[in-house]
């Protein structure tokens, strides 16, 4: 059995919080549905134990350990906050992380109904975490890039996920964001991977984020695509109208990248319908709800 494979369970975590936090053993544990890269186990009512599954590398554990304690204190929203740090060992031979557990339902398993609140909590939030990062912040890779960089990945999920009916409306808006200006500002913090199943709601609107593993300084479009992926109908135009930052050019790449991000979810949800490894059953339908936002623009 390969690490990739290494079998997680409720003992093998429990046995690991007793030999490093022995102080920790006795919560109570549950395992949390989702994850790729990392599998989530409930700690308590206040912890989650983060499991490096997929992941190839310890690089994304050990970022969010490096630098979510300072974004946190003065982000609007909840994020998980590392308090514990998991060492390899014979018993798991990677490295695992005890964090804050954010309280709320993943948006892939629920739903926003409070729409003009939510577009205006994430213009919030974004507005709070898009500020100049330090020299030493972890800068952009396929996460980051400008969508003229993207072509391979974006060319990959349209043969996989698009609709033949729309495959023209499709290009023109990815075409749109690879003619468009590169990111002309400073690098700034930018979460990189916002998609319904790494944001919570709860009472009908956003109410935490989650998974930083993509973290990066850089192009803020990354995250403004998000707008449509996340808010219902409607939503992006609130949205950029109290985020009041971007520019035509991010927009358009920001529109461009969250037209790939919703193929993306429409190719995983298929793949989840075959049975694939790593695939999302319900991430079809919530892809193509966001393609449809993104082709009806703002």
Not at 24 to 41: F, K, S, T
Not at 189 to 199: C, E, I, R, S, T
Not at 206 to 228: I, N, T
Request: with cysteine; charged share 20%; net charge negative.
């Amino acid at each position: 059995m390969s690490d990739s494979e290494t079998a997680i369970g409720e003992e093998m975590v429990r046995d690991l919080l007793r030999e490093q936090h022995p102080d920790l053993a006795g919560l109570p544990i549950r395992a949390v549905a989702g994850g790729w890269g990392n599998q989530m186990w409930r700690l308590g009512t206040e912890l989650a134990v983060r499991m490096q599954r997929m992941d190839t590398g310890p690089e994304l554990q050990l970022k969010e350990r490096r630098w979510l304690p300072a974004l946190a204190a003065r982000l609007p929203l909840p994020i998980p906050v590392p308090v514990r740090d998991g060492t390899p060992s014979e018993r798991f031979p990677r490295i695992w992380t005890v964090m804050s557990w954010v309280e709320g339902t993943p948006l892939d398993h629920g739903s926003i109904t409070r729409g003009d609140h939510a577009a205006e909590t994430l213009a919030g939030f974004l507005r709070a975490l898009h500020v100049e990062a330090p020299a030493d912040a972890p800068p952009a890779s396929d996460f980051g890039a400008h969508p003229r960089d993207c072509t391979g990945g974006f060319e990959h999920f349209f043969r996989s996920a698009a609709p033949a009916d729309l495959a023209g409306e499709i290009r023109e808006v990815w075409g749109e964001a690879v003619a468009a200006p590169a990111w002309q500002g400073p690098p700034v913090w930018v979460h990189g991977d916002l998609h319904p199943a790494n944001v919570v709601v709860a009472d009908g609107t956003l109410a935490g984020v989650v998974d930083f593993g993509a973290l990066f300084a850089g192009d803020p479009a990354w995250d403004l695509s998000a707008a449509w992926l996340l808010l219902p109908a409607g939503g992006a135009a609130r949205f950029f109208d109290r985020y009041r930052q971007a520019d035509e050019a991010s927009v358009r790449r920001a529109r461009g990248l969250a037209a790939m991000k919703s193929l993306f979810l429409m190719s995983m949800g298929r793949n989840g319908e075959l049975g694939l490894p790593g695939g999302q059953p319900n991430w079809g339908p919530v892809g193509r709800s966001a393609l449809d936002r993104v082709l009806r623009g703002l």
